[in-house]
């Protein structure tokens, strides 16, 4: 299950990680689109607001994965 699908219960307590050997399952995710895709304004506006503040936006919203991993 992806920690933010289950946050909420992660920080009131009702669930808990267990560690376990060849836990957690890393995953990198990606932003795809056909090379010949004619991309609207709003998304060419959205992967250049990526691109250029991916660090912001990970600090932002989802610092508290890293919090959760102290927690273990």
């Given amino acids: 299950m992806p920690l933010i699908g289950i946050r909420n219960e992660l920080s009131t307590g009702d669930l808990k990680i267990i560690p376990a050997l060849g836990f957690p399952i ?3 995710w990606h932003l795809i689109w056909l090379k010949e895709k004619k991309l609207s304004p709003a998304a060419e506006a959205y992967i250049a607001y990526i691109r250029k503040h991916k660090e912001k ?3 932002d919203h989802f610092a508290w994965i890293t919090t959760i991993h102290r927690m273990k």
């Fill in 57 to 59: 936006v990970l600090n």
């Fill in 26 to 28: 890393k995953s990198k």
